[in-house]
């Protein structure tokens, strides 16, 4: 489809919106609605009560209906992506999508809404007149000049939050990005000289706010197709472009980049020349910003000034300028102090949290997500990561406090710490690390056994594997059906790697490898020939322990007990670690560890506490502070049970350890995740509900993780195996593609280890 290092084809894109239910949102009720008294609270005649408190006093709206969290993702299709006006039906696949990105990243509720009408006035008058039904209005995808009148119309006209993200959201991250480019370069924004290439709503927005933020007038000098905006130049002008007419001589975009410090880019690919960079001052600070191609490519800048800064609207380059690091946490700033509007001043409080953000270290558990990968301050990490779990809390009470120092807010916060702590609270932190995870993947990609690729699930989810950046599948089956399968599902058989167990020339070793393993555990040397001939699992965990890849997957075609069964074959535990599953059941706030619930069929005492040990570590990994509960049908010893004893003593063992987590046991499922219950017990050792569970024993615990599959409203990760020397997962029979290529990414990535 494009250069970007995430490929897919354009059925899978058609796939992926129309299987299931169509679209990419969905209404969910936040209230019980299972009895006639729910349904009479939640309509009539329970629903009078709020409909005269709001008529009393209107602001209650705000306490009693959504309002406060909805924003509306309105445009009319004029404008879409890169793509042009194809109107605002072909527009609600992108406007739905940004609604997801505003609950994915800020919990922020949003429903699209697409105009059909290009007539300014008429789309004026559409949207005002839903002030009634949201807290904010994030215009989207509207041609310039048109979104510059509808835009300022609006915010005069309504008293809640108007955005158009094409202009302002651009501006707020490429000023982060140019902040610190000019701390790197010794450079003060009052003293930049400034050329910004293009005059549409993204180039307008950008060149205001760094003039808000000091940037002096006459140091901009604005191009369009006609060349430079300067002062007396009539041809192609309007009141908007006129604003930034400059004085100057130079009519060309080559002319005015001569000595210039930095290249606003919001225009077109291949605009900027190697030699209009080489015209550049000293350290150059290029954001060539235009998409899907920039004004010029970052390797070929580079290679013409090798001194400069570069920033791109592309997450396959550094620096990328993502509207996704601002717009989801402005809106939720504004929405949280019921601002009546986004100013100057909260866009430049958000820009400048998002610059210094960039400066400080990055959390551990967010760089050991990323693998390790290093992600500090400097010439190519000048903004933020947009899966940095800080933005939340940083970006939004920057935006909340300017909103109150300013006087636009309604609802002003008395306690920013408070705040700040519920912000850090609002989403899961699994969901931004396993987001990292990917990345950390696609940074440094590893070599991944895929055991069943005759399967059409699996060989689906190493294709997704390869095409996603994720790594190298090393697929094992018969060399032709593979071959056959990869054709039928579009993919080039020539760029994946085959390994058939039939005619490996690795064969001969691993047989003597095996037999020297199993000779006296009663096999014959013609039964390991036979198993590694014909099973699978045996010569891909076989393949693994020689090297010839990082990790594995298996599992779909056979139970997981018999699939672990025949990888401890071959593979060992772990030295001084005992196997074990962990089932990680992800909602929107919360995640929980539930463990084990694979292996250990009665684990004893010291079992227990070495799981809840290893299953903590790998929650700390994942984001949380662990909370560790010892399950039990007993409370603290009520009622009296004959198989207790393993529990109680596991948590003395820990006692006698002091790991640095908290723990406590023996008790319930209501009773560990309910917060009232638990003040039933003042002396238990958690702080809040607990997040990992352990549990007494495999039956409960493979029961309860499959019951919460199938019941339960929470996504499943797992179960993923720990413990094992080599990193192999075992999917389960009715894995889905996506379940098969997060335990491909996580054992890849190391997470479980």
Known sequence: MNDSDVQFTAQEALDFHSQGRPGKIEIVATKPMATQRDLSLAYSPGVAVPVQAIYDDPATAYDYTAKGNLVAVISNGTAILGMGNLGALASKPVMEGKAVLFKRFADVDSIDIEVKTEDVDRFIDAVELLEPTFGGINLEDIAAPSCFIIEQTLRERMNIPVFHDDQHGTAIIAAAGLINACELTGR????????????????????????????????????????????????????????????????TLAEAIVGADVFLGLSAANALSPEMVKAMANQPIIFAMANPDPEISPPVARAARPDAIIATGRSDFPNQVNNVLCFPFLFRGALDVRATTINEPMKIAAANALAQLARETVP??????????????????????????RLMEIVASAVAKAAMDSGVAQKPIADMVAYRAELRARLNPTTSVLTQVYEAARAKPKRVIFAEAEEDVVLRAAVQFKQDGYGIPVLVGRDVRVTEKLRELGA???????HNSAQSPLVEKMVDRLYSRLQRRGFLRRDIQRMVNRDRNIFGALLLQMD??????????????QTLRELRRVLDSKKGEIPFGIHVMVGKTHTVF?????????????ELAHIAEKTAAVARRMGHVPRVAFLSFSTFGNPHGTWLDNIRDAVALLD?????????????PDVALNPALMKNYPFCRLAGPANVLIMPGLQSANLSAKLLRELGGDRVIGPMLIGMERQVQVATMASSTSDLVTLAVLAAAAVTE
Not at 366 to 381: I, L, P, Q, T
Not at 548 to 561: E, H, K, L, S
């Open 188 to 251: 003060s924004l009052k003293d930049v000289t400034v050329v910004c290439n293009g005059a549409g709503a993204a180039a307008i927005a950008c060149t205001e706010l760094i003039k808000a933020m000091g940037v002096p007038h006459d140091n901009v000098i604005m191009c369009d197709r006609t060349g430079v905006i300067y002062q007396g130049r009539t041809e192609g002008m309007d009141q908007w472009k006129s604003a930034h007419a400059a004085k100057t001589s130079t009519r």
């Open 492 to 498: 080039d058989p020539d760029e994946y790697e085959i």
């Open 548 to 561: 010839q890849a990082d990790a594995m997957i298996t599992g779909v075609t056979r139970t997981f007990g």
């Open 656 to 668: 006698a350890r002091k790991p640095d987590f908290e723990y406590e046991g023996d008790m319930p």
């Open 364 to 389: 551990e558990e967010v760089a050991a997500a990323y693998g390790g990968m290093s992600h500090k301050f400097g010439r190519d990490y000048i903004i933020p990561s947009p899966f940095d779990p």
């Open 594 to 606: 539930i463990a084990d619930t694979t292996v250990n069929e009665r684990p004893s005492a010291e």
